[in-house]
């Protein structure tokens, strides 16, 4: 085999693997762990079970992919602009967060809860992207990605806000009054502005930014509000 034929083979395999992974989180979307068999994934998939345990080796390993794979993407959503100024990186950050959250219920829900049970590789899965998340929101607010002990567990406490508050939200869709992204996502940065001038007073090397600079937007009184909030999430 060439090396053309050996790069179309590796090819041919990310896709195939790629679209297992697709047809994975749709399934365990609607259905749990333990209610599906390998047998059953590889009836909707339409392939033999044995290419599942050649792509994935196991039941688990089939799933643990699929969250990494869920992961990768929430991380991309919320940190994929790192060139923005600091402010709008935030602010898109929280963004992108909300919007992989609306759009992915299940695989959100996986990501902040530890997936099956208390599976640690699951839940050492979630502790990273929450630190990564964490780090970009201390990025785009002191322009440095770690910060000293203190200050680090102050957006740990803001981010499980936001963790509680997106999966209540997302589980309220649709119920009269709930907020639309823009509004959560404003009410977000604004209660981040709150955390980071409390580290500040706690953490005088890390200074919250201007708020005239880069402080967040306004809740949405009106419909021209409504529209600023919307253009700056």
């Given at each position: 085999?060439?090396?053309?034929?050996?790069?179309?083979?590796?090819g041919?395999?990310?896709?195939r693997?790629a679209?297992?992974?697709?047809i994975?989180r749709?399934?365990?979307?609607?259905?749990?762990?333990?209610?599906?068999?390998?047998?059953?994934?590889?009836?909707?998939?339409?392939?033999a079970?044995g290419?599942?345990?050649?792509?994935?080796?196991?039941?688990?390993?089939?799933?643990?992919?699929?969250v990494?794979?869920?992961?990768?993407e929430?991380?991309?959503?919320a940190?994929g602009?790192?060139?923005?100024?600091?402010?709008?990186?935030?602010?898109?950050?929280?963004?992108?967060?909300?919007?992989?959250?609306?759009?992915h219920?299940?695989?959100?829900?996986t990501?902040?809860?530890?997936?099956?049970g208390?599976?640690?590789?699951?839940?050492?899965i979630?502790?990273?992207v929450?630190?990564?998340?964490?780090a970009?929101?201390?990025?785009?607010?002191y322009?440095?990605?770690t910060?000293?002990?203190?200050?680090r567990?102050?957006?740990?406490?803001?981010?499980?806000g936001?963790?509680?508050?997106?999966?209540?939200?997302?589980?309220?869709?649709?119920?009269?009054?709930?907020p639309?992204?823009?509004?959560?996502a404003?009410?977000?940065?604004?209660?981040?502005?709150?955390t980071l001038?409390?580290?500040?007073?706690?953490?005088?090397?890390?200074?919250?930014?201007p708020?005239?600079?880069?402080?967040p937007?306004?809740?949405?009184d009106?419909?021209?509000?409504r529209?600023?909030?919307?253009?700056?999430?």
């Amino acid at each position: 085999m060439n090396i053309s034929q050996q790069r179309g083979t590796t090819g041919r395999s990310q896709v195939r693997r790629a679209e297992l992974i697709a047809i994975g989180r749709k399934l365990f979307a609607d259905t749990s762990y333990d209610a599906l068999s390998v047998d059953d994934i590889a009836q909707h998939a339409g392939v033999a079970k044995g290419l599942i345990y050649y792509y994935f080796k196991s039941k688990r390993g089939y799933y643990l992919a699929i969250v990494e794979d869920s992961v990768a993407e929430l991380v991309a959503r919320a940190t994929g602009e790192p060139d923005l100024p600091g402010a709008e990186r935030v602010r898109r950050t929280i963004d992108g967060y909300l919007h992989y959250a609306e759009h992915h219920h299940a695989a959100y829900r996986t990501i902040v809860t530890g997936g099956v049970g208390s599976d640690a590789e699951v839940l050492a899965i979630r502790d990273g992207v929450r630190e990564e998340l964490v780090a970009a929101i201390a990025e785009g607010a002191y322009g440095r990605r770690t910060v000293p002990p203190l200050a680090r567990l102050a957006l740990v406490g803001w981010l499980s806000g936001v963790e509680g508050a997106t999966l209540d939200w997302i589980g309220s869709a649709g119920a009269e009054g709930q907020p639309g992204r823009p509004e959560l996502a404003a009410l977000l940065v604004r209660q981040l502005r709150a955390t980071l001038t409390v580290i500040e007073e706690f953490v005088p090397e890390c200074p919250a930014p201007p708020a005239a600079s880069d402080g967040p937007a306004s809740p949405p009184d009106d419909h021209r509000d409504r529209v600023a909030v919307t253009e700056s999430a």
